[in-house]
């Protein structure tokens, strides 16, 4: 029987890309967009889902979907992500609370509904960003989207220590990648969301250690 993967924000940029390995390689694909509905994507093991993050209701809705049909998930990939702070000098208040609910609130809500879903075994995949990286932050910039993702690493670190020898759990950073995320991305990313799928594709089946922050550009761990 086909595994099953379910991805968060597989409506474009990477998430869509890393849906389309995870179907060539014959899983089954559950995918959120934040309408339930995704533009000239159709495939037989492809299963599109709403989930708006800051919404209780779609993250309960996720779960009962699984419960009523039966369905454990051998890979949940924590893709979706907002930026809308990403390349400002100052934060607003505004754009740090939407950051939040999405990056870090509505992530952690999701996961832990989720988690007694996931097979022994299974992996956990949180889709951080270098930016999130406290030892590698020289600049000024983007403050509530790296923070956000300081937070998220955490929750990484915690969960891997709770789910040891059960699940194993990563943060990955998958290169600066010409996605809609932000102007700056879409203009200068120096990946394809293809390129960029492809390669956490490979670093998810790959036998990682867990509790780690992957850089899928260097291949190689992350300073927190
Ligand atoms: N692109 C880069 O260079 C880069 C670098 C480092 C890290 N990342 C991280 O990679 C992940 C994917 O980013 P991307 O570049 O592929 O971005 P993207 O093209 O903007 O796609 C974002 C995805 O997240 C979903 N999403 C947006 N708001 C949401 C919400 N409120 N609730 C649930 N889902 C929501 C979107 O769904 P809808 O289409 O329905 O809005 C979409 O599928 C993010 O976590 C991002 O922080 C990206």
Redesign the pocket.
Known sequence: MNKTVLI?????????ALAKCFLKNNYNVIG????GKIKSFEHPNFKNLK????DEKDINNIAQFLKNNNIEISILIN?????PDLDTLKPDIESFKKTFD??VI?TVFLTELLEPFIKMNGKIIN?????GSIEFCALTDSTAYRMS?TALNMYTKILSNRLINKQSVASV?????Q???SPN?SIN?RLL?DDSGLKIFNFILSDFKTGIFWNIETESEIDW
């Open positions: 968060t924000g597989a409506s474009r940029g990477i998430g869509l959120t967009s934040t309408t989930l708006e993050l800051s893709n979706s992500g907002i930026g999405i990056n509505g889709i951080s960003s270098k930016m993702k950073h998958p290169g600066w990648v996605t809609d995320i991305s990313g969301a």
